[in-house]
């Protein structure tokens, strides 16, 4: 399959099923926005999740917040955003991509901005954080929300959008210690792009050049993915040394330096910025997971997407929908399974086998039949379910905890 046709699958097989649709479509859309539907939405939560979970909730040194998308206007005056975060249009033109509006009424409206980064809101709030929680550094904060940035040419599906999705961290550190900290984060993005199923020959690391680099970084990469269109960047991690903090302590005119109470030393710390965009993540999963093959004589398609990403993991059926005792059955190992996670799907349409093909095309892990064996029809099979294993096809018989248990231990 050719790059142009594997992504005019992964857009199309999006809408049919349910992940990604065009934004505002029956409006004819609207270029650069897109809206997940209930699938996609199941999808990236499970990678927001994954991310909060490594990233923030796992570590002893994280802090979640949840800033305002609207911030003072100063607040991207200081960071350099309004008077350079810009690309430049066709005819040579530097245009600035924030998303501008205005905030109040009448006479007393201001312009103020739709944050391009999530980053801002931390850094503003970084003396809240030392004077509501008192972290002792190394310590950082991290957040997920939307960024809107006006994209001159927005392009590649979910890749270039006008309105997308972030998970970042700003961890702030000792100068000295800024390169074990930088290679910390890097590695835990690498542990990360293999637990969502990355294709590990697909991501590339990039060090980004000096001349290409912001004045103040004395260290960037740029994690690269193969997609369909081309080698792009996927993810960012950057050492930002101390620019942002000095810079908005500078403009507001509010100390922003850290009491280091062992030492008695003040100083504004470093920082080191993991960037991860939600949206080319899931459009990187997609690309990693999709699959065509040949099975019982009939091409199909699938998502060998890893369990605890996979939007549904798992479906329940009855082999006959005409039979009241099977379908009693089925739904009470359906609720057996839903303890152990709560999307766990239904379907007695068609017969078995398209049941299976519409469960691989959007990636869910196993299959679970209840037949008549399951009933007691041979007294040795009485409670016993045929698992059926999305990538390979194959299936086994096995007890209805047991089942369970393989579903946990996937999950984990
Ligand atoms: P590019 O060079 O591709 O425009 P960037 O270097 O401007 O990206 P950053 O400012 O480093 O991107 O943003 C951090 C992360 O946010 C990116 O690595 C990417 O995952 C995500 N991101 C940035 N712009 C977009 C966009 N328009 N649509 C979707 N995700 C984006």
């Not at 926005?33 to 990236?44: E, R, S």
């Not at 927001?48 to 005056?77: G, S, T």
């Not at 430049?88 to 009424?105: C, H, L, R």
Request: glycine residues 8%; negative net charge; hydrophobic residues 40%.
């Amino acid at each position: 399959m050719d790059d142009q046709h594997l992504m005019e699958k992964i857009v199309s097989l999006c809408k049919r099923r349910g992940f990604v649709f065009p934004g505002s479509e029956i409006y004819g859309g609207l270029a650069g926005t897109y809206d997940y539907g209930p699938l996609g939405v199941l999808l990236q939560e499970n990678v927001k999740q994954l991310w909060y979970r490594r990233f923030v909730n796992e570590r002893d040194d994280m802090y979640p917040i949840d800033a305002a998308i609207i911030m003072n206007p100063h607040a991207w005056e200081a960071s350099g955003h309004v008077a350079g975060f810009a690309d430049p249009t066709d005819d040579g033109k530097m245009f600035n991509v924030m998303f501008k509006t205005s905030v109040g009424a009448g006479e007393e409206a201001t312009v103020a901005y739709l944050r391009p980064e999530t980053a801002g809101g931390m850094f503003v709030n970084f003396k809240n954080v030392v004077d509501s929680m008192h972290p002792k550094l190394p310590f950082g904060l991290g957040q997920v929300g939307k960024a809107f940035r006006n994209e001159i040419a927005p392009r590649d599906f979910i890749f270039r959008q006008r309105e997308f999705k972030q998970m970042e961290v700003e961890y702030f550190v000792r100068p000295a210690a800024w390169e074990s900290s930088f290679e910390e984060w890097r590695l835990l993005m690498h542990r990360f792009a293999e637990e969502v199923g990355l294709s590990p020959s697909a991501l590339h690391e990039l060090d980004v050049p000096e001349n290409d680099r912001a004045h103040y970084s004395q260290r960037t990469i740029d994690f690269e993915f193969d997609y369909p269109f081309g080698r792009k960047e996927l993810w960012g991690l950057a050492y930002r040394g101390d620019f942002d903090l000095s810079a908005h302590a500078k403009a507001s005119q509010v100390d922003l330096s850290y009491l280091d109470e062992e030492t008695g030393e003040r100083f504004i710390p470093h920082v080191i910025e993991p960037s991860l965009g939600v949206d080319r993540t899931v459009l990187a999963i997609l690309a990693s997971a999709y699959r065509e093959d040949d099975m019982g004589g009939e091409t199909r398609t699938y998502l060998a997407l890893a369990p605890k990403i996979a939007p549904i993991k798992a479906m329940v059926s009855p082999l006959l929908k005409n039979k009241p005792e099977l379908v009693a059955k089925a739904k009470e190992v359906r609720t057996a399974l839903q303890k152990v996670h709560p999307w766990i799907a239904w379907d007695d349409n068609g017969n078995i086998g398209k049941r299976y093909r519409r469960q691989d095309e959007i990636g869910t892990p196993f299959c679970v039949t209840v037949d008549f064996d399951t009933l007691g029809e041979h007294p040795e099979l009485a409670d016993t379910v045929t698992l059926r294993h999305r990538d390979t096809g194959e299936q086994e018989r096995l007890s209805i905890e047991e089942v369970a248990a393989r579903l946990r231990a996937a999950l984990e």
